[in-house]
């Protein structure tokens, strides 16, 4: 058992780095030469997408208990509130640029746009609403625990792979290097998390197969 001293300095630890990792991205985007000229809703709409992605990497941290000072429930509640927050997200970046270039929104949704980061942006964004829908009949879907969280974790992979694809094709506001950082670590906690409620001894929450010993 950790002294409270031990678990202190740790959380202090974990917090800052997880508010640099997000910090040097964002901070990046907003002091981008992209943003130069640009309107308002078209900065609202990158800003949204970048947003998106780092409310992404908090999300595994959080189901897989590795965010110090939550208990296991208080994680999956504020783990559904962050989940809200990507779904508000995806709808800014998504109404924004409807806003600045309809035609190009209509071409992303019908697949039929040039660039190719449209296609996988389109799919990562229905893919989070159907997560969204799911969340919010699931008393009525009736869906076993180990259903609902075999179909949760495969729109998880395709929400997550295919943002990261969107974000690595696009030449936009964020910064390359740590545009890919961002994007890798996301890879590498949503891999963690899944592969911990998995495999890692101990008990999980029967109703979602969280892991039960968030610290």
């Not at 190009?104 to 799919?123: E, M, N, Q």
């Not at 943002?163 to 590498?188: N, Q, R, W």
Request: glycine share 8%; with cysteine; charged share 15%.
């Amino acid at each position: 058992m950790r002294a409270p001293g031990t678990r202190s300095a740790r959380g202090i630890i974990v917090w800052a780095a997880l508010a640099i990792i997000l910090a040097v991205p964002l901070s990046f985007a907003a002091s981008s030469p992209q943003l130069e000229w640009r309107g308002p809703i078209y900065i609202a709409a990158g800003f949204a997408g970048v947003v998106g992605l780092a409310l992404m990497l908090i999300q595994p941290l959080l189901i897989g208990g590795y965010l110090p000072g939550f208990t296991p429930y208080q994680a999956r509640r504020v783990h559904r509130w962050v989940g809200t927050a990507l779904v508000a997200a995806v709808v800014v970046h998504v109404a924004a640029l409807w806003i600045t270039s309809p035609p190009d929104v209509v071409d992303a949704l019908l697949f039929d746009s040039p660039t190719p980061f449209s296609a996988w942006g389109v799919i990562a964004m229905w893919a989070v609403f159907l997560v969204a829908v799911m969340v919010a009949l699931r008393g009525r879907l009736g869906l076993r625990p180990r259903t609902w969280r075999l179909v949760h974790t495969g729109l998880v992979l395709v929400i997550v792979a295919g943002t990261v694809i969107h974000s690595v094709l696009i030449t936009g506001t964020m910064e390359t290097l740590s545009k890919a950082a961002l994007c890798a670590l996301v890879i590498i906690a949503t891999l963690k998390v899944i592969a911990d409620i998995r495999f890692r001894p101990g008990k999980r929450n029967p109703q979602d197969g969280t892991i039960a010993d968030a610290r």
